[in-house]
């Protein structure tokens, strides 16, 4: 295949895929996909779980695991939430990012941008990508009722060090949540019901700087997204995401 036959495949490949008619939109389908990437901490994980069958409601919801949270976390109670695995494309195929079982040691080398492991890669890029991520704070805060049970001789100083590590997340855009609240400030973050609905085979700059700052944008699964309309959404807070 020379070069001129294969531009005219790749032509008659997008004028195809902008001709395509977009599924209908239902309740089920319209939600943002979320990845809920658990880490072995074990204070709030009853709480959590409880939080993620409600968040059910506001995304769809796949998983991934750290080694530590295989060894440490009730596999079968995991299961029985019926999420999704999910293997490749953890960044680019998700909306948001959900860790319900935050560690003090993830929460330490992402605040210090320590990339060393899958989970600490993750949730860096998801913050880079400018993508939401939520996270339950039980197993990190020192003031949490969870953290002081089980520690209540903790020194001030080894305290406060976690808040500061709290601190960086909430400074990269982290939002910060207790297990009991998760689901909560998942739908926030998720603009559960507010999406605007958007059926541009195209989505340009012009098309995001028409939206209010903040706002999240629901495009076609297969909408063509510019990278003017990608910077564009970051620079204003814009949230997209793609039906399924």
Known sequence: MNEKQLREL???IVREMLAEQPRQETPATGKPNALVLFSGALLGFDA?????KRAAEHVNLDWRQTTSASRVLDQERIAALGMTPAEESLVQAHDLL?????TANLAAKVAHGIGDCLASNVVAEFI???KPVV???NGVCPDSADKRGWFPQM????AAMLRENLAALKSFGVHLATAETLDRVVGEVAGAGDAVHCTARVVTESVIR???PGSRLSVHRRAIITDLARDAAASSGVTITRRS
């Open 10 to 12: 790749i032509t008659r």
């Open 48 to 52: 959590a779980l409880e939080s993620l």
């Open 98 to 102: 959900v860790v319900p079982t935050l």
């Open 128 to 130: 880079m990508s400018n």
């Open 135 to 137: 996270v339950a704070t």
């Open 155 to 158: 020194p001030s100083g080894y």
């Open 210 to 212: 028409s939206l209010a």
